[in-house]
């Protein structure tokens, strides 16, 4: 039933009005009796003091009750709602006005008497009622006698008994229906008006939760774009709206980039799983021949066996390295090791090391060095890679006779690396894609000669490490090339 937030709200609300109603007319009844003793009080401050002015009440110890009696008479025929009293200056009831049997008290309390004659606290000032053992009324009060030391006091109640029974059935029946419709009335403009007020507050709320919930059912795959979604707002809710945006928005990329990870995952193992069958299959294969034709085959035939199967076993542990050193490359514990080297001296290394194999395919292998290059500043053995496979690749997909040549120039605050070659050339529909793993391009296929796609995933890890940006120019039949900064040494 109290499932929403308006429900909610709704409820308290209501809850709140009722007791807010509630002491309100609490509070009204209690004011308004409070008001009407002041104001009596008030109004007949003095009425007992008029009543004895003139007349003497209590002569040496004696009550003058024929004095008391006209008086009774006179002011009860005027005003039936008074009850007076005669007390001794202790306080003790002498004779009252009131019929016999109805005064329950012996004496009252003379310390309301003398706040009131001596202006001590505000009004209403409320004293015994001596028809009530418990009951409290509000009075007009008057010494008889001397100041100093009066001989009584004139002491009349303002609302006596006939009074009160009047009194309350016209509060029953004005005050209290007053009060009460009043209260109600409050109470439904104030419901009604919260209701609105919710409403209105709680709506943007609910176009949040709707748009939360329909980004839930779509699998969290797109954003919901709902007109009613409040993003512009300053407020909570507004806050809230565009954090949402920005949180779903932020889930669909992770969501995105997790499918393009798992379907790079896939093509990963399918990948690897052709490139590993292929040279196992062949092993495996020429083994067998081997073994099967082992004394029907000739030692050239079987050493060039052999010399097959030894070539696909160096295969095989290339791509498993290959594969071993790409995942540790992505792993998050890599840690370069940097330090400043001499790019022109590590270049020379590589040179001298596949110069052999370039001359055996019919490749010139140059250089182009300015002098006074200073020392580059990164991690020496990953960029010997880098450039080991740049060489490498270049090699693989340059025809005879041909050229591999590596530039050096400085540039600001970097020294430019270039590895170009005369090859074959990529095509511009490949180019975005060299770098992926496993990946070869479809017309350049036949003039692979081994490798499997990792060596420029490897270089442009590497470089990546470096946050050196890695680029490519080519132009197909005209060649390829490589190009990246590294940063100068500042040692």
């Known amino acids: 039933m109290f499932r929403t937030l308006y429900a909610k709200l709704a409820a308290v609300l209501v809850v709140l009005l009722t007791v807010i109603g509630i002491v309100y007319i609490v509070l009204t ?3 308004t009796r409070l008001y009407l003793q002041e104001l009596t009080q008030q109004f007949n401050r003095t009425l007992a003091a008029d009543l004895v002015a003139g007349t003497t009440l209590i002569q040496d110890g004696h009550v003058d009750h024929e004095a008391l009696q006209h008086i009774f008479h006179v002011y009860m025929d005027i005003n039936p709602k008074i009850e007076v009293y005669l007390l001794d200056w202790h306080g003790t009831i002498l ?24 202006n001590i606290g505000p009004l209403p000032i409320v004293g015994d009622d001596p028809r009530d053992l418990n009951g409290q009324k509000v009075f007009s009060a008057s010494r008889i006698g001397p100041k100093k030391k009066p001989e009584g006091y004139l002491y009349v109640v303002l609302r006596g008994e006939r009074f009160d029974s ?4 016209l509060e029953a029946s004005y005050f209290l229906r007053l009060t009460t419709w009043t209260a109600l009335g409050i109470m439904i403009f104030g419901l009604v008006a919260g209701l609105v007020l919710f409403n209105v507050l709680t709506r943007r709320l609910t176009n949040l939760s709707r748009t939360m919930k329909a980004f839930q059912q779509s699998r969290l795959e797109h954003i919901p774009m ?12 507004g806050q809230l709206g565009t954090t949402f945006k920005q949180m779903a928005r932020r889930i669909v990329r992770q969501m995105n980039a997790l499918k393009k990870a798992d379907a790079l995952r896939r093509e990963l193992v399918a990948n690897v799983s052709h490139d590993l069958r292929t040279p196992l299959a062949s092993l495996q294969g020429y083994l067998e021949t081997l073994l099967i034709k082992e004394t029907t085959l000739s030692k050239i035939e079987q050493r060039r066996y052999l010399e097959i199967a030894l070539k696909d076993s160096q295969q095989l542990t290339h791509l498993v390295e290959e594969l071993f050193e790409l995942a540790k490359l992505d792993s998050h514990d890599t840690q370069l090791r940097l330090e400043a080297f001499s790019l022109v001296d590590l270049i020379q290394d590589i040179l001298s090391k596949l110069q052999l194999k370039a001359k055996q395919t019919g490749i010139t292998l140059t250089s182009q060095i300015p002098e006074h290059l200073p020392l580059i500043f990164g991690d020496i053995a990953l960029i010997e890679r880098v450039l080991e496979n740049l060489i490498e690749n270049a090699l693989r997909y340059t025809t005879t006779p041909g050229t591999i040549t590596i530039s050096l120039y400085q540039d600001n605050q970097s020294v430019m690396v270039k590895v170009s070659d005369t090859g074959c ?21 036949y003039r692979k000669q081994g490798g499997a796609g990792l060596g420029l995933a490897i270089a442009k890890r590497i470089l990546d490490l470096h946050k050196s940006p890695i680029h490519v120019d080519s132009l197909r039949n005209q060649g390829t090339t490589f190009s990246f900064p590294l940063p100068v040494s500042q040692v």
Do not use: C, M, W
Not at 103 to 118: A, F, G, N, W
Not at 166 to 169: F, G, H, M, T, Y
Not at 226 to 237: N, V, Y
Not at 425 to 440: K, M, N, S, T, V
């Open 166 to 169: 009047v009194a309350n059935l």
């Open 425 to 445: 050339g990529i095509p511009a529909e490949d180019l975005p894609h060299i770098f992926d793993r496993f990946y070869q391009a479809p017309s350049l296929a």
């Open 29 to 31: 009844v209690y004011s």
């Open 226 to 237: 709902s007109p009613e979604l409040d993003t512009r707002s300053k407020d909570e809710i």
């Open 95 to 118: 004779t009252y006005s009131a019929p016999p049997g109805k005064v329950k008290r012996d004496r009252v309390s003379l310390e309301p008497l003398d706040h009131l004659l001596h």
